[in-house]
């Protein structure tokens, strides 16, 4: 079975500018969850989206959204691109959501760079 | 709020010995779960082992183990027999066991592990 893919793996855009990143969950799992790595540090937590329904945001302002359709896949949308934007975005699938324990399963990632 | 901690930005092994890499974490929830992810230069986030926080059993996995101290907070993963492979970024993660929320990670800054030959 395919493992969560996303795309595109590499994205460079200038300040303003807005962003479409991609995810598709592993086959039979339901939610999608969204990082943010800058160089150097350990993945943010942005959103968590399960059956359709955002069900955690973290500390990222209004330019960031996200929304997951019917068949699970997500799109991390960003607007009014800044340079500290510049990162890894981590996409990472579970079965579920506020079941005991599911580990979150990630994809390899797309880095956007600022110019 | 959780935070995880990673003291150790960088450390190194020589191949087939033991490294043990720390991680302690603040939270006032007593139900919980625990993890330490891999990420090697491929930049995919591996998972290498998982600690439910009502087990007092410490999680194994192969050559991999961890050491939960609940009461300290301090959540370890030792390497036995390491490898080249072994190679990466290691970052310790906290899960809320909370049925109304989501299942999202806080992750610790991370230790980048170096295995010599």
């Known amino acids: 079975d395919a493992g969560v893919t996303q795309s595109p793996t590499h994205l460079i855009k200038t300040r303003g500018q807005q962003v479409t990143l991609r995810c598709s969950p592993i086959?039979?799992?339901?939610?999608v969850s969204w990082y943010q790595q800058v160089l150097g540090q350990g993945p943010q937590f942005i959103f968590q989206?399960?059956?359709?329904?955002?069900?955690g945001r973290g500390n990222f302002p209004d330019r960031f959204s996200a929304r997951q359709f019917p068949n699970y896949s997500s799109e991390l949308n960003v607007n009014a691109l800044l340079l500290g934007d510049s990162a890894l975005y981590l996409c990472?699938?579970?079965?579920?959501?506020?079941?005991?324990?599911?580990?979150?399963?990630f994809g390899d990632g797309t880095r956007l760079s600022i110019l | 709020a959780q935070t995880v901690t990673q003291s150790q930005p960088e450390m190194s092994v020589q191949e087939a010995e033991t490294v043990t890499l720390s991680c302690t974490y603040d939270?006032?929830?007593?139900?919980?779960?625990l993890f330490w992810y891999k990420q090697p230069p491929s930049r995919q986030m591996i998972l290498v082992i998982r600690q439910e926080a009502y087990k007092q059993q410490n999680a194994t996995e192969n050559r991999f183990s961890v050491n939960f101290q609940k009461a300290a907070k301090s959540f370890s993963l030792k390497i036995s027999d390491s490898q080249l492979g072994d190679t990466a970024m290691y970052f310790c993660a906290f899960m809320k066991l909370n049925n109304n929320a989501g299942n999202m990670l806080t992750f610790g800054g991370g230790t980048r592990l170096m295995v010599k030959p």
């Open positions: 989206y399960y059956e359709k329904e955002e069900r």
């Open positions: 086959s039979g799992h339901k939610s």
């Open positions: 939270t006032s929830e007593n139900n919980y779960y």
């Open positions: 990472a699938s579970s079965l579920a959501t506020g079941v005991a324990g599911q580990p979150q399963h």
